[in-house]
């Protein structure tokens, strides 16, 4: 007798169809497409999106810094401009928690660095015209590397996991452009500035929004 595909089959299993196997592919192909295109940051935003999604990821670590360890944390960004060390301007990040020892947040020493400084991608910075951290700034120690004598930005979280917002929204939001060397960035398009950036708003309970416009910003 002729063996037909039921005899061929494994027992106890159903065997994939050629059409089933078509599907699972094409799926597979697409999901590959968008975590490209998710991965260069989309077009037209030279990898602001991608910057933006980094940098919510350091205030996520934050958040749960905070918790964890019970104590203060902060996100901060790097935007002090030393001309033995510009390409660190305005360009990376790193999270770090008050140490129970000291708990002094006046001093730069009773901040322990969790993690080493990030970097944004290439040609994108953290924007200091349309962020707002608060209007906070602190000194830095030795311990955090290579930093120079200025003053930092920070967004900070409580030991209960809440940022520490005002009235005003708090947000933060990369673009594309340059920093020049009096240490002043400057976006990619003069003209509509806000063009490629890409951004989040954060808010008092500690989780974030993203938008790609200021003017279209969720409010807390």
Known sequence: MKPTYRHLRITGGRGFTLVELLVVMSIIILMMGIGVSAFRGGAGSDGAKAGASSLAA?????????????????????????????????HRATVAYLSPCTADPAQPTSWKQVNKWQTLPNNVYFDPNYSNPHGKTMPLSNSFGNVGGGVYWYYEFLPNGQAVVSATTVQALVSPGRVNTSGNF?????????????????????????FQNPNSIQKP
């Open 58 to 90: 350091l205030f996520g670590t934050a958040r749960n810094e905070a918790i964890l360890k019970q104590t203060r944390s902060r996100v901060i960004v790097d935007t002090y401009y030393d001309n033995t060390r510009p390409q660190n301007c305005y």
């Open 186 to 210: 400057s976006e990619r398009t003069p003209q509509s500035p806000t063009s490629a950036c890409y951004g989040f708003v954060l808010f008092p309970m500690g989780n974030t929004a993203f």
